[in-house]
């Protein structure tokens, strides 16, 4: 940029400036849709190897807008999550979710062993009221704790470790799980993730996507497994959608899935038809 000179250097500057109004007219339009209760929760499906059956879901937040429609997470939570108004969102994720358990609970249709997975994003984690937000929620739909998951990815521990540890450990003792989210695609190392209080690690879709042809991406996989296997945790695979990868990663000992090939991100009521008529996996 430098070499184009004076005009290289405006330009630069002048696409900054777009950016960042972008960026502010994307964080109101946020706060309209906070305000208006146009977030929902979509839910995807996991599925157990050994029952053969939906033993939990992931939570997936989307936006549903009066003009433009459905819109998926890739094109705000950027944005969200970089702004004080993920605070806000968070807690009626939280509170969408655990109102969805108690609600599939008293109709019948999952029992305290199903695990609803919320995601929640490092800001969110660090802020002070967040073991407190994360109890009112559960107290508030009465549900049991132990259908609560929360997936975190490595980005969480940044700042600061023992604090995380602090956090996971008070939610953990009053039965909330821990899953880590794209395990293997962040910057921490493995001794440092050895520390963190979890129960389970989700294999990333990354690795999953061309497996079991590509010989890196088995190789990461055996790794990851064996790493779950002596640690003793639990471990779902993510972004499952052909045969071929269930079958090569049941081979390698994973027992959870999850993907296209069990079902799409769907709205609350395709999932409890989905749980009201299960198919023939
Ligand atoms: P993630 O947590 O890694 O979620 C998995 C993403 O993979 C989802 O995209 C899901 O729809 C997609 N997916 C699931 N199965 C398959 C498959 O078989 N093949 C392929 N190609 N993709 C699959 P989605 O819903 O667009 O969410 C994107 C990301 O947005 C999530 O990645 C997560 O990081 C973030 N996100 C979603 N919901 C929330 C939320 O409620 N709170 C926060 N903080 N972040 C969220
Ligand atoms: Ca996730
Ligand atoms: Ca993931
Ligand atoms: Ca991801």
């Known amino acids: 940029v430098k070499e184009r000179g004076r005009d290289g250097i405006a330009f630069f500057e002048q696409s900054m ?5 972008e960026r502010l007219a994307i964080e109101s339009e946020l706060r309209r849709a906070i305000s208006k209760g146009q977030f929902c ?3 995807q499906p996991q599925f157990d190897y050994r029952s053969q059956r939906i033993e939990g ?4 937040l989307r936006w549903q807008h009066p003009e433009r429609g459905l819109i998926g997470p890739g094109a705000f939570i950027d944005v969200l999550e970089q702004s004080t108004l993920i605070l806000e969102a968070g807690r009626q994720i939280l509170h969408q979710a655990c109102a969805f358990i108690a609600e599939l609970l ?3 249709l999952i029992t305290p062993q199903f695990s609803l997975s919320v995601n929640i994003s490092p800001r969110q984690f660090r802020h002070a009221s967040f073991v407190d937000d994360v109890l009112e929620a559960i107290a508030l739909h009465d549900i049991p704790t132990r259908c609560l998951s929360l997936e975190i990815t490595e980005g969480i521990v940044i700042e600061n470790i023992n604090d995380t540890i602090d956090k ?6 009053h039965g909330v799980h821990f899953a880590i989210d794209d395990f293997g695609t962040g910057y921490s190392s493995l001794s440092y993730l050895k520390q963190l209080p979890v129960d389970l690690l989700k294999i990333d879709q990354s690795f999953v996507r061309d497996c079991p042809h590509n010989p890196n991406d088995a190789e990461i996989i055996r ?3 064996a790493i779950a296997t002596s640690l003793h945790l639990g471990l779902i695979a993510e972004g499952v959608e052909t045969q071929e990868q269930l079958t090569f990663l049941h081979q390698q000992g994973c027992e959870q899935f999850q993907g296209y090939l069990f079902g799409r991100p769907m709205d609350a009521s395709q999932l409890r038809s989905l749980l009201q ?5």
Do not use: C, F, T
């Open 106 to 108: 008293e109709a019948g």
């Open 277 to 281: 008529n299960p198919p023939d996996y």
């Open 223 to 225: 790794a990851i497994i």
């Open 57 to 60: 879901a992931e939570s997936l």
């Open 17 to 21: 400036q777009v950016a960042a109004s």
């Open 168 to 173: 996971m450990n008070l939610l953990r003792s």
């Open 41 to 43: 929760l979509y839910y």
